[in-house]
Nanobody, 124 residues
Framework: QVQLEESGGRLVQAGGSLRLACGVS??????????LAWFRQAPGKEREFVAA???????YYSDSVKGRFTASRDIIKKTYYLQMNNLKPVDTAVYYC????????????????WGQGTQITVAS
């Protein structure tokens, strides 16, 4: 059973930076085929794709965060990160770590495993 736990969310000023972490258990980083993703959900809005990292190391991002956010992983620590720079008030949301063991996707419905979410608030 894959389990995910996010941390790092807090209040930050616009233009600031923040790094989220997602502790992963139940996946073998070195051998399993998987996709780790970040999604976010703002109040009254649908959950939206932010970034994904494939087991091969490839990454891809939504247009709204491309160039500002970077997804990475630490294989030894079994942790997945989202480095967020130049944060904007529109980035305010609950951020979720997600995982699947199938094809990578930007669709939340194709992810089998989810963390509990961490709140990020960007003040203007």
């Amino acid at each position: 059973q894959v389990q995910l736990e996010e941390s790092g969310g807090r209040l930050v000023q616009a233009g600031g930076s923040l790094r989220l972490a997602c502790g992963v258990s139940g996946l073998t980083f070195g051998t399993d085929r998987y996709t780790l993703a970040w999604f976010r959900q703002a109040p009254g809005k649908e959950r939206e794709f932010v970034a994904a990292l494939r087991w091969s190391g490839g990454t891809y991002y939504s247009d709204s965060v491309k160039g500002r956010f970077t997804a990475s992983r630490d294989i030894i620590k079994k942790t997945y990160y989202l480095q967020m720079n130049n944060l904007k008030p529109v980035d305010t949301a609950v951020y979720y770590c997600a995982a699947n063991t199938g094809a990578s996707s930007m669709s939340a419905g194709l992810y089998d495993y989810w963390g509990q979410g961490t709140q990020i608030t960007v003040a203007s």
